[in-house]
């Protein structure tokens, strides 16, 4: 069956600039994760979305990001004015108490910013 | 969230068992012990769980003591393959609401030499 799907796979954008990154979960799993990942460290736990319940955003870093899930499913993965601290491998994950909670990532979006 | 802590790198060599253990103190009688492995570029993907004593995979061994307080990932004739950062997860399996969730920590980066 189709996995955690990313879009888009890279993007390359200018200081100051607004980007929108895509996660499409696994069909019916209710918990969705939002990391980041820098050059050679390891996961930044961003967001957590479960269910219908208020997200857990204790992750971002600033308010410039901010992240929502449509009818829990789709999420988006908002930066705005984009600073090149910011530059990294955005990573989503989807699980599902019916796979044992077991985190299934997507291919990530690679992010930079110039 | 119960606090993991691994070593940062390891070095073996093909052929070789390879033991990582994870400290966790202050897990909880409703935490499970979950390892993830990612290959660069690659998001993590989930090894093996447990909760206490064996578990055995085909890919790995999870050794628990009874006091739960570490755990041990041991691969069995790791190949070059192999190398990638490993990655120990405490944390409960019922996700009732937004607080619960899964925290990335360092991860130890696995080194196999031929």
């Known amino acids: 069956g189709a996995g955690v799907s990313q879009s888009p796979s890279n993007k390359v954008t200018e200081k100051g600039k607004d980007v929108e990154l895509r996660c499409d979960p696994i069909?019916?799993?209710?918990?969705l994760y939002w990391y980041r990942q820098s050059l050679g460290q390891g996961l930044e736990f961003l967001i957590y979305?479960?269910?219908?319940?208020?997200?857990?955003k204790s992750g971002l870093p600033s308010d410039r990001f901010s992240a929502e899930r449509t009818g829990g499913s789709v999420s988006t993965l908002t930066i705005q004015r984009t600073q090149q601290e910011d530059s990294a491998v955005y990573l989503c994950?989807?699980?599902?108490?019916?796979?044992?909670?077991?985190?299934?990532f997507g291919p990530g979006t690679r992010l930079t910013v110039l | 969230l119960a606090k993991t802590t691994q070593p940062i790198s390891m070095d073996s060599y093909e052929g070789q068992e390879v033991n990582i253990t994870c400290s966790h103190n202050?897990?909880?009688?409703?935490?499970?012990i979950t390892w993830y492995q990612q290959f660069p570029s690659q998001g993590p993907r989930f090894i093996i769980q447990?909760?206490?004593t064996k578990v055995t995979n085909e890919v790995a061994s999870l050794f628990i003591p009874a006091d739960r307080k570490s755990s041990t990932l041991s691969l069995p004739r790791v190949s070059l393959s192999d190398t990638a950062v490993y990655y120990c997860?405490?944390?409960?399996?019922?996700?009732?609401?937004?607080?619960?969730?899964?925290?990335f920590g360092t991860g130890t980066l696995l080194a196999v030499q031929p």
């Open positions: 994950a989807s699980s599902s108490l019916l796979d044992r909670d077991e985190q299934f």
């Open positions: 069909s019916g799993h209710t918990a």
């Open positions: 979305f479960q269910g219908n319940s208020a997200p857990d």
């Open positions: 202050n897990i909880a009688t409703n935490d499970y």
């Open positions: 447990g909760y206490k």
């Open positions: 997860l405490v944390g409960p399996m019922n996700y009732g609401g937004a607080t619960n969730k899964l925290i």
